[in-house]
């Protein structure tokens, strides 16, 4: 692949840097909020079902490949929401971000 290690690059400031933003929505300011009216675990819970039903214009219409993208977005949810609530919102992004450039660098078949 030309250019590959400039695209990996690339691709971790994408996936690290617009996950971010994603992950102090859901799981610092909701899932924070949500903690002091619910459980922590409720709270993880709730956090990740609206970050995967937030998804559904792009898993119905962007990406057309539905219901997948929507479950995937909720596992991803739940587990960010578990790490969250052991190490922060800083391991909740490093967790998203990886999991994003995981599944990113197979897929444009970098060798």
């Known amino acids: 692949m030309p250019g590959g290690w400039a695209w990996l690059l690339g691709m971790a400031v994408l996936a690290y840097g617009a996950n971010a933003l994603e992950e102090v929505l859901f ?32 898993a119905l219409s962007v990406t057309q490949l539905g219901w997948p993208v929507l479950l995937f977005t909720l596992i991803e949810g739940v587990a960010c929401g578990f790490v969250r609530m052991r190490y922060g919102v800083v391991a909740s992004t490093a967790t998203h971000g990886t999991a994003i450039w995981l599944i990113a660098v197979p897929m444009a078949g970098f060798q």
């Open 27 to 58: 799981r610092g300011f909701l899932q924070g909020y949500l903690e002091r009216h619910v459980s922590e675990l409720r709270a993880a819970l709730i956090s990740a079902l609206a970050f995967s039903a937030l998804h559904a214009f792009l």
